[in-house]
């Protein structure tokens, strides 16, 4: 890494400030945590690790906990009964209740108008700062980098290690700049910017570093758009990404409950401002895009690489895993996407689960019908974006259209709840993973914007969401 | 705590594929599980039951003796996805105690070395001659870093050398972390936070 007292990145300046102590040839640093994120899935055996040894949560001040994976997406019953896909579900959102009570964590649950997918949750709530180290014990925590902050996901032992003592043992990350320049064209969003990023960088190109995106399209876009960015950066190996915080940063967090407020904010909006990259820091690699030449995207393989840009055919696979995975999806190569019937669309999940994304998907929508047979779901990321999309009347266009409109939570993109995609079935997912049998047991998943899964749940089939949006342009290039 | 990993001789099992991701290894449906216990049988549980729920007989993973095959050789990218630590503790349930690959995926690297799973990075001609013979004897080393092949010269591998010492002494990390809960106040108190 650079020296001390020369210029230094992003990863550099937050890094720098957590360290409690330095790492040596033989023992990591010990990084400071500022906030750990909970949830009911990969938390338990780390309270249970903790109250066998006698610990206690050392700074509950800092731990703040939500209810998202497995809590069910449909409202209670007529018997006030939430309808939990197993007891053992129910079970384990009480154990963290019961935790949390126990240690004096504060918990967004069921009766919070804050719950809500945990990295929906954060940043609305103002939790997320630039400069903070954020952890959580979910591989999408990568979204806070978004705010400038270093965020990565941890496993449970190492929950158990922040709860106990609020610090992590790391090793440095190493430094990757991926600069996104030139203007992104109209109807193309962040999820297609963050698809053709990761087809670039490639499945385990991001492994063992930090991405710091930059370049003028990644300024250019609005906070919920770099949170798609970052959230996705595990899908490239790499545990975290993030953007320099600007005024875009500070125009979203000022006012939020977590921040602080009048002067002391200006002060430390100014302190944010400083946490960009200096000129001359430098990566140990670089990756350049055009952001100009970036068009809608949808993935063909079961790796969240296997993106190419709508109306593309399915390649020839070149080895034994892309003719798998072009196998599982039932995709013929030189046959276009676009020609298979969809059966489920999903839009949702800490990638896509705000309410940027939930207009998007309505703008779409709207005076629209979900084609018959197709089943569409829209699952809002938080109790918050429920709430204004409420406000602004887009859950009646959802229904009216067709589509159902469920309670928020994680739902369909990690298919624990009950709410997954039937075996074979061809979904248009707006999530993070098409994996097989990520959505259910041999769900197959193509991964596109809401505007994107909008159209071809209208369509019926992979549809370029421009032909909705922009029908005068798409007539003039025809 | 694992208990301390020295020396392993053991046949391998290869899966190859590419991209073993963490929904393969356990699909996500079991990981409402409280405890850490019993997730052996959640192993790459899609890929050796059909739908019902029964075994398949032709999936190697239901027929070998796991006791024989505690080395697990897979494709590029191993581990990738997820950060569930559900993946090793089904692993290692399952009877595995090392994965051998090209690259493995740095959380569940993190994941693996905290619960006595080994996860090696080799080179593409070692990973080719180890993924060409499904079954071979392979030994492992971890105080002298090395892994042997047949009779072959031993090849040395990296393990981060903090946590290779607490997979050989039995050290605890948490435990370690604990005992400088005074640095740490002493940092809290000059940062102010």
Redesign the interface.
Known sequence: MSSLNGPKTLLEKVWE?HV??RET????A?L?V?LHLVHE??S??AF??LDA?G?KV?RPDRTFATLD??TPTAPPGADGKRPY??A??E??VA?LERNCAKHGVTLAGWDSDDRGVVHVMAPELGLTQPGMVVVC???H?ATHGAFGALAF??????V??VL????L?Q?KPKRMRVTVDGVLQPGVSAKDLTLAVIAEIG??GG??YVIEYAGSAIRALEMEGRMTLCNMS?EA?A?AGMVAPDEKTIEFLRGRRHVAKGDRFEEIAREWLSLATDDGATFDKEIRIDGAAITPMATWGT?PDAALPIGSVAPTPA???EA?ALAYMGFEAGHATTEYPIDVVFVGSCTNGRLSDLRAAAEVLRGNKVKSGVRMLVVPGSEAVKKQAEDEGLHHVFKDAGAEWREPGCSMC???NGDFVA?GKLAISTSN?N????QG??ARTILASPATAAASAIAGVLTDPRIFTQPAQEAKRA | MPEPFKQLVSRTFVIKQEAVDTDQIIPARFLTTTTREGLGKAAFYDWRYDADGNPKANEPLNTIDASEHRVLVAGDNFGCGSSREHAPWALTDYGFRAVISTTIADIFTSNALKNGLLPITVDKDTHARLMEDPGGRVSIDLDKSELTIGNNPPIKFHIEPFARRCLIEGVDPMGWLVDRVPTIETYERERAV
């Open positions: 400030k409690v102590q040839g033989e023992t990591p010990i400071y500022d899935v990969t338990p055996q249970s690790e040894r610990l050392r994976h497995s896909v197993t053992e579900a079970a384990q154990t014990g979910d591989s925590t996901g941890i496993g449970t032992s190492e158990g290690h106990a003592t609020q610090c043992l090793r499945f385990g492994s063992g595990i190996g545990r790796t080895n034994d895993t798998k990690i298919a624990m075996p993973r994996f097989e049998g990520r047991k041999g």
